[in-house]
């Protein structure tokens, strides 16, 4: 069974060498807007949660958004290896979460290819975006 453990903001400096690496892999596919240190400054100012998951096998970023009508908990960075092995727990520790931090969605952020593992795990596809490069 997988193990998916929460880092505190306080740790994230003395866990970044096990973390930048998964990152990094995340953002050279990606446009989010962000870098490296950008995420690791919300991971520091709680703006964003930093999720272990096994012995660094993977890792999780989440963030809280809230809205005037309700909070979603939103899955906005993911990396690693062996998904099929802990997604699922992901998912249900990401829900207890988000029950707690009172939130009404569990949302997932991710490329095309996620839409078959996370659709098997319950989650539906809510909308797509379409970016146009300026």
């Known amino acids: 069974m997988a193990t998916v453990t929460p880092v505190r903001s306080h740790d994230i400096a003395a866990v970044w060498p096990q973390v930048e690496p998964h ?11 962000n870098d490296l240190y950008d995420v690791m400054t919300k991971l520091q100012m709680t703006q964003q949660q930093l999720w272990k998951i096994n012995e660094w096998d993977a890792i999780a970023i989440t963030e809280i958004s809230v809205f005037p009508m309700h909070k979603n908990l939103t899955v906005v960075y993911v990396s690693g290896e062996g998904i099929e092995d802990w997604l699922a727990e992901l998912r249900d520790v990401l829900k207890t979460f988000a029950v707690y931090k009172e939130c009404k969605y569990l949302e997932f952020y991710g490329r095309d290819g996620w839409r078959k593992p996370t659709k ?15």
Request: aromatic share 8%; hydrophobic share 45%; no cysteine.
């Open 23 to 33: 990152l990094k892999r995340v953002l050279e596919k990606i446009d989010s807007g």
């Open 120 to 134: 098997r795990l319950g989650f539906d596809n809510a909308f797509s975006v379409m970016r146009l490069t300026i």
